[in-house]
């Protein structure tokens, strides 16, 4: 969609120390549709040297305001911090890759498992870090989302989860096989973490990657840890205002992770720029293929992007969140809408961005130094 935004960019508030050409004429060249968006539009971009910028696209008259510093949930987006702390253990030999997920998990789930047709003594840490493991997605079920909708305050635990997957949905295939994205293989992964460090996983998310050394004081794991004042924003899903449903829903290792986007793009900047690993064959680990199903989309707890021919590496939240690192200039963006319904224009916008940054002698961005 190529619907200009020029008029509204120029009403949105810089947040930031420094403005960003490039998003500004990402901005200028897409976006929403014709009509205003439903609610607010939140994009933070972020260049290795630090230089940053956060933009709020407004919504329709009469849509709430956001400043731009406010978390959202971010969802999925989880899954990459909770990779990259897996990594971590991995680089301090705490855990083997290729071991068994039943060397740490629970029997009374690895007999549910076995009883619904799956082999968990075959299933391996890096197949539930890849989404290779043949798992379903109880998250992604049609019950699910209807109890979700019915009952959003509904109390839910990783065991319930577990208990979910065997009751609405079947295996999708041997692990290895192929990609199939798996809520609860995150799940999964997070009891795993907690097994390794006897630590709650939002204690050892935040030490193993060091994220308060890393200055992300909006960034915080719902119920977990405490806002300090934090204003968290409302989301809206399909009409409704998620705000106060219960965050028991996505908080297990899938998602769970409160953040403004200026954080996404710090974290990802500093993660794909080799930054959060002790040695840089992790992050190598991280993003390479091997040993993953021909054509798959998905990394190490990352997902590899396509813009029109224009290649970028970030991770999507299933409320409307979004951020893509942009190897050859080396800059991020994240955004984060208010409105799921406002999704693609969000997508467009990073796609334009992305395809603005990495254009060889572009003005703002071309080969990074």
């Not at 690895?110 to 043949?134: C, F, K, N, W």
């Not at 295939?173 to 609860?184: N, Q």
């Not at 009891?191 to 193993?208: N, S």
Request: glycine share 12%.
């Amino acid at each position: 969609m190529k619907t200009t935004l020029l008029a509204l960019a120029l009403l949105f508030p810089t947040l930031a120390a420094a403005d960003d050409d490039c998003l500004h004429q990402a901005i200028a060249r897409s976006g929403a549709a014709a009509a205003p968006l439903h609610g607010p539009l939140v994009v933070s971009t972020l260049v290795g040297d630090g230089d940053r910028a956060t933009r709020v696209l407004p919504g329709k008259a009469g849509a709430a305001t956001l400043r731009g510093d406010e978390g959202f949930r971010i969802a999925s987006i989880t899954k990459t911090y909770v990779a990259a702390t897996v990594l971590r253990l991995w680089e301090d030999g705490r855990i083997d890759l290729e071991a068994p997920i039943t060397r740490w998990l629970p029997q009374a789930w690895m007999a549910q498992l076995t009883a619904d047709g799956y082999r968990p003594g075959e299933i391996t840490v890096r197949h539930l870090l890849s989404h290779t493991s043949g798992l379903a997605d109880h998250a992604q079920s049609r019950q699910f989302l209807d109890m979700l909708e019915r009952d959003p305050d509904h109390e839910w635990s990783r065991a319930r989860d577990v208990a979910r997957l065997v009751e609405w949905t079947d295996p999708v295939g041997k692990p290895g096989e192929k990609y199939a994205y798996s809520d609860t293989g995150y799940v999964l992964l997070g009891a795993i973490v907690e097994a390794i460090t006897g630590q709650d996983l939002p204690d050892a998310v935040r030490g193993q990657l060091r994220l308060d050394a890393l200055g992300l004081r909006h960034t915080w794991w719902e119920r977990y840890e405490p806002a300090h004042g934090r204003v968290r924003a409302h989301q809206v899903y399909e009409g409704r205002d998620t705000h106060d449903w219960n965050p028991t829903m996505d908080l297990f290792g899938g998602g769970g992770l409160v953040a403004s986007t200026a954080d996404v793009a710090t974290f990802f900047d500093v993660l794909l720029e080799g930054r959060v690993f002790a040695r840089s064959g992790t992050l190598e680990r991280m993003r390479s293929t091997a040993g993953l199903p021909e054509g798959s989309p998905y990394r190490l707890g990352l997902l590899a992007y396509d813009f029109e021919g224009t290649p970028g590496i970030g991770h999507s939240g299933f409320w409307g969140t979004l951020v893509v690192h942009e190897p050859v200039s080396g800059r991020t963006i994240a955004g984060a809408v208010s409105d799921r319904a406002d999704y693609d224009a969000l997508k467009a916008l990073v796609g334009d961005y992305v395809h603005a940054v990495a254009a060889p002698g572009a003005a703002c961005g071309g080969q990074a130094e």
